[in-house]
């Protein structure tokens, strides 16, 4: 009886994490690219908020 329950949770968590792992990861690119130009006091602190997303979702 709890099955749909248990199912609907599994689908909004997975998609949650998910999100979060392509939010973080274009994070770190876009950090990336600020980091390489003229914009890196920008870059790091993005590109190490994105990682430590993306490691979050992960794991």
Known sequence: MTLPFRLVVWVVETLGRLSGLVFGFVLMVVGVALWAGPLSLI?????????????????
């Open 43 to 59: 870059g790091i602190p993005l590109f190490i908020v994105g990682l430590v997303l993306t490691l979050r979702s992960v794991g």
